[in-house]
Each structure stands twice: as structure tokens, then as C-alpha cells.
């Protein structure tokens, strides 16, 4: 009979099979770089995504991983796991009623003052592929077309290089139902020659969005102050103590009556409370 911390393939995935003591290690090591909480339920997970990796390596077990990721070459293939077990699930207009509030509520006040001179930002925090933040750079294109003769920009971060890098190219698949449901789509994305379903973003809209590699848990480089930050379905994965260190990092670097936005099943908790106040469906203001 198979001990429970042993280290095995199966025959038929090629998975290993982690022991608790390993799994632990890996956790630990994700929580104290990112933040985020690796729970038992995602064990299985965390076992399918990896596996090849190790495979790749040449390493007979997770044993011997968390060794490789403990040494003296470990920074690097920490950087590898990383990017192996974040999730990236996203798609345009995701949570509209965001891009709602956007558009109707929050955007003719922003306009009027890159209008007058003033600067603009929008944050798109864990953007994963970009959908989010070129969601938002069609919304503010729809309010005022000539965003590029005033000093309007949407910064887009997030900890995978990866899914950073299809943001850039700006090539998506979209399916025919989000075209059809967001008009905006249409407009602003042109299809690629003979690859079905396969858009690319505007040479107008790419201009509005910078792309960067940012990890949420570090020292964040930003010098200037944004008018809507939107970080949604990211920090659900974060503890509740890194969740509270958080929000006063957004509040502090809100301009007053700067807007948050986050996902559905997130809630700002913790000393932000006082400065945070609900406005909408997890839509939050600074009050000061």
C-alpha cells in the first residue's frame, strides 16, 4: 500500500503525487511572494500543473523541487511556479455593470478634466490577458473618440509575464456570442486575416494601454495618483490578512473621490472601511 507522503507517477497521467510536507513548502512559498493562499482543495491542481514541470526538469519527485526552489537557483524557478499555478480567467466586459457605472457615471467628469488639461489614469490591477483594461479603453473611446489629443492612460499589471505578453500583441479569440452581446467590440477590433475568430485591438485603442509585471505584494513603483483602479477577482484568492494590507495600498493611491472596483464575491474589510465607502455593486469611493 502506497504511504500517503510518498512521491510517485501514475501510469496513465504521469502526475506525481505530492506529500503533505512538500505541499506545504509549496504553499508557504506562493503565500509569502504573492499572497496567495494555496488550500487543500487545490492540491490536485497544484499536482496537474506541475508535474510537467518537473518533468522538464529532470526531478524524480516534489521533494526534490522544493530543494531546487530553496537553493541557490530557486528566485528564478519560484518566478516559473508562479506563473504555473496564478489563474487567468477573464474575457471582455466581464461584470458589466462596471463598465456601466463607467461609462454613465464616473468617465463625463474624467473627460472634462482631460479636456481641461488635467491628467487622467485608470489602473487595471491583475489584468491577466488584457481583456479588462482594453474593456475600459473602449468604454472611455465610446464617451470621447479623441482620447488621444488629451493626457488619458490605463495602466495594466499583473504578476504573469505570460498572459502580459498577449495583452501587448493584442490579439484575441472572441466568440461570436461577446461580439454580438458588445457592439464595442466590433468597433474597435479589426479580424485577422484568414484565422477564424481571431481579432486584433486597434492601433487607437493599444495606444491608450500600457502594459507592465507588477506582483500586488511588493513595493508598487508608481509615482502619480489614479482617478478608478479596478481590481477585480484577484484578491479573493489572497488570505484575509493580506486582503486588509491591501485595500489602504489602493486607497492611498487613489486620487479624492477615486473610484475602486472589484469582483463579485469580494468585500473591503479592515482599516480601509474608513476611507473606502460602498457606492454600488462592489463599487467603492474615496471619501478622503
Same mark, same amino acid.
Given at each position: %500500500? %502506497?504511504?500517503?507522503?510518498?512521491?510517485?507517477?501514475?501510469?496513465?497521467?504521469?502526475?506525481?503525487?505530492?506529500?503533505?510536507? =512538500?505541499?506545504?513548502? #509549496?504553499?508557504?512559498?506562493?503565500?509569502?511572494?504573492?499572497?496567495?493562499?494555496?488550500?487543500?482543495?487545490?492540491?490536485? #491542481?497544484a499536482v496537474s500543473r506541475l508535474s510537467r514541470r518537473l518533468r522538464n526538469l529532470g526531478l524524480p519527485d516534489f521533494e526534490t523541487y522544493c530543494a531546487l526552489l530553496s537553493g541557490p537557483d530557486g528566485k528564478a524557478e519560484l518566478?516559473? %511556479?508562479?506563473?504555473?499555478?496564478?489563474t487567468n480567467v477573464t474575457r471582455f466586459f466581464r461584470e458589466g455593470h462596471h463598465f456601466d457605472q463607467l461609462r454613465d457615471a464616473i468617465l463625463p467628469d474624467l473627460v472634462a478634466k482631460a479636456k481641461s488639461g488635467g491628467r487622467v489614469r485608470i489602473w487595471s490591477a491583475g489584468c491577466s490577458s488584457g481583456e479588462e483594461p482594453y474593456s475600459i479603453a473602449m468604454t472611455a473611446l465610446a464617451v470621447f473618440p479623441a482620447l488621444d489629443t488629451?493626457?488619458?492612460?490605463? #495602466? =495594466?499589471?499583473?504578476?504573469?509575464?505570460?498572459? #502580459?505578453?498577449?495583452?501587448?500583441?493584442?490579439h484575441y479569440r472572441v466568440p461570436p456570442q461577446d461580439r454580438a452581446?458588445?457592439?464595442?467590440?466590433?468597433?474597435n477590433m479589426e479580424s485577422v486575416a484568414g484565422q477564424d475568430d481571431l481579432f486584433e485591438v486597434s492601433p487607437k485603442l493599444r495606444a491608450l494601454v500600457q502594459f507592465a509585471e507588477l506582483n500586488l505584494q511588493q513595493p508598487w513603483p508608481m509615482q502619480g495618483k489614479f482617478d478608478?483602479?479596478?481590481?477585480?477577482?484577484?484578491?479573493?484568492?489572497?488570505?484575509?490578512?493580506t486582503q486588509q494590507s491591501l485595500w489602504p495600498r489602493f486607497a492611498a493611491v487613489?486620487?479624492?473621490r477615486g473610484h475602486l472596483m472589484i469582483g463579485h464575491s469580494e468585500r473591503v474589510t479592515g482599516p480601509a472601511t474608513d476611507r473606502l465607502r460602498s457606492c454600488g455593486v462592489t463599487q467603492y469611493q474615496l471619501t478622503h
Open positions: %500500500m %502506497m504511504q500517503a507522503n510518498a512521491a510517485t507517477t501514475t501510469p496513465s497521467s504521469s502526475r506525481q503525487v505530492i506529500g503533505d510536507a =512538500a505541499f506545504g513548502a #509549496l504553499a508557504r512559498l506562493l503565500r509569502d511572494e504573492t499572497g496567495i493562499v494555496l488550500t487543500e482543495a487545490k492540491k490536485g #491542481l518566478q516559473e %511556479m508562479i506563473l504555473l499555478l496564478t488629451v493626457n488619458f492612460r490605463i #495602466l =495594466a499589471t499583473d504578476i504573469d509575464r505570460n498572459v #502580459l505578453a498577449t495583452g501587448r500583441t493584442g452581446a458588445h457592439p464595442l467590440i466590433a468597433k478608478v483602479i479596478f481590481c477585480r477577482n484577484v484578491v479573493i484568492y489572497f488570505s484575509t490578512e487613489l486620487q479624492p
